[in-house]
């Protein structure tokens, strides 16, 4: 794991060691996920986006969502909404649950979000980002970020949007380098992410195709950005966080860090929900395309996690 004595950059006060990420994705990097890459050497955690119409309700989910603990400090909460005055209410109540960090999220492609003007669907309206970061950086006593796309393909305003949050008092912005039509397909605009670092003063992480170890450091020579969100790649191989690519990692590596991920999945989902979430996890991490067809129904098969590891033990001794 590469080692950080210094911070690497400051999202206003807030001191940064690394130049690694893990993204914020919905469904994936709940705390059981986000902690361990954390513990791999993730620079901070940012949490699943969350509506601020859910945090302004009775719901429990919000709490369930944003739960972090002090050692995946700093943790940036990430939320989103159509709305700037129930934004800035969501985030002034969540702020007292403690984040360092405070995050909008600008680039979610998903039709169910952008198609109501939220995610990337908010960067159709510079005026209201305007306004809400505006609010947001008045009444919050932590940082603000955000987090964009390109736009969409017809209007590609990144650049608008990055001065809008500087200028608006955001303390960063991070760079998914797709448009909305791109979602996850395609190849990323590293030239973009470049123009957005040499158009603001404050820190820019870069996000799109970082898919190995030596792509971390080619994105920041590239594009000059502060830092590297990943994404997609980490599901097979959180091993990125400690510069390890998939092939340089041990069968008892992969083994440890499959129970000690169960163990927190359990731990905070209880046992059914937990081994049932983690499944999605499991899949990625033994390269199921590399197990034979029975076998990679045995793994996806409800299972009690005492048993799940017995049948992970006789699969390295098979594949061993």
Same mark, same amino acid.
């Given at each position: 794991?590469?080692?950080?004595?210094? $911070?690497?950059?400051?999202? =206003?006060?807030?001191?940064?060691?690394?130049?690694?990420?893990? %993204?914020?994705?919905?469904?994936?990097?709940?705390? /059981?996920?986000?902690?361990?890459?954390?513990?791999?050497?993730? %620079?901070?955690?940012?949490?699943?986006?969350?509506?601020?119409?859910?945090?302004?309700?009775?719901?429990?989910? $919000?709490?369930?969502?944003?739960?972090?603990?002090?050692?995946?400090?700093?943790?940036?909460?990430?939320?989103?909404?159509?709305?700037?005055?129930?934004?800035?209410?969501?985030?002034?109540?969540?702020?007292?649950?403690?984040?360092?960090?405070?995050?909008?999220?600008?680039?979610? $492609?998903?039709?169910?979000?952008?198609?109501?003007?939220?995610?990337?669907?908010?960067? &159709?309206?510079?005026?209201?980002?305007? =306004?809400?970061? &505006?609010?947001?950086?008045?009444?919050?006593?932590?940082?603000?970020?955000?987090?964009?796309?390109?736009?969409?393909?017809?209007?590609?305003?990144?650049?608008?949007? %990055?001065?809008?949050?500087?200028?608006?008092?955001?303390?960063?912005?991070?760079?998914?380098?797709?448009?909305?039509?791109?979602?996850?397909?395609?190849? %990323?605009?590293?030239?973009?992410?470049?123009?957005? +670092?040499?158009?603001?003063?404050?820190?820019?992480?870069?996000?799109?195709?970082?898919?190995?170890?030596?792509?971390?450091?080619?994105? &920041?020579?590239?594009?000059?950005?502060?830092?590297?969100?990943?994404?997609?790649?980490?599901?097979?191989?959180?091993?990125?966080?400690?510069?390890?690519?998939?092939?340089?990692?041990?069968?008892?590596?992969?083994?440890?860090?499959?129970?000690?991920?169960?163990? +927190?999945?359990?731990?905070?989902?209880?046992?059914?929900?937990?081994?049932?979430?983690?499944?999605?996890?499991?899949?990625?991490?033994?390269?199921?395309?590399?197990?034979?067809?029975?076998?990679? &129904?045995?793994?996806? +098969? /409800?299972? $009690?996690?005492?048993?799940?590891?017995?049948?992970?033990?006789?699969?390295?001794?098979?594949?061993?």
């Amino acid at each position: 794991m590469t080692e950080f004595p210094t $911070p690497t950059f400051y999202i =206003r006060d807030v001191p940064v060691y690394g130049d690694a990420l893990l %993204a914020p994705m919905d469904g994936y990097s709940d705390w /059981p996920f986000r902690s361990l890459c954390r513990d791999l050497g993730s %620079a901070m955690s940012y949490t699943e986006f969350v509506h601020a119409e859910k945090i302004l309700s009775k719901s429990k989910q $919000p709490m369930k969502k944003l739960y972090f603990e002090a050692a995946e400090r700093p943790v940036t909460f990430q939320l989103y909404g159509d709305n700037s005055d129930r934004i800035v209410e969501a985030a002034l109540r969540v702020q007292d649950w403690g984040p360092d960090i405070i995050d909008i999220n600008m680039g979610c $492609p998903a039709k169910s979000v952008s198609n109501r003007g939220a995610g990337v669907g908010m960067m &159709k309206s510079p005026l209201k980002i305007a =306004r809400t970061f &505006k609010k947001l950086t008045a009444k919050l006593k932590v940082p603000v970020t955000g987090k964009i796309r390109l736009g969409w393909e017809r209007n590609q305003n990144y650049k608008l949007i %990055a001065r809008i949050v500087e200028e608006c008092g955001g303390s960063l912005i991070a760079l998914h380098g797709r448009t909305k039509e791109q979602a996850y397909s395609g190849k %990323a605009n590293w030239d973009a992410i470049a123009e957005v +670092k040499a158009t603001v003063k404050i820190p820019v992480i870069g996000n799109g195709d970082v898919k190995r170890v030596e792509d971390i450091e080619k994105m &920041k020579l590239y594009t000059g950005c502060d830092a590297v969100m990943i994404g997609r790649a980490t599901l097979a191989n959180p091993w990125i966080f400690s510069r390890l690519d998939r092939e340089q990692v041990s069968s008892e590596q992969v083994r440890g860090t499959i129970r000690t991920h169960l163990a +927190k999945s359990v731990e905070f989902y209880g046992e059914e929900d937990g081994q049932r979430l983690f499944r999605k996890y499991a899949v990625q991490y033994l390269l199921m395309k590399t197990l034979d067809r029975e076998t990679r &129904k045995q793994i996806l +098969k /409800p299972m $009690p996690p005492a048993e799940f590891l017995e049948m992970l033990n006789q699969v390295y001794a098979i594949t061993a």
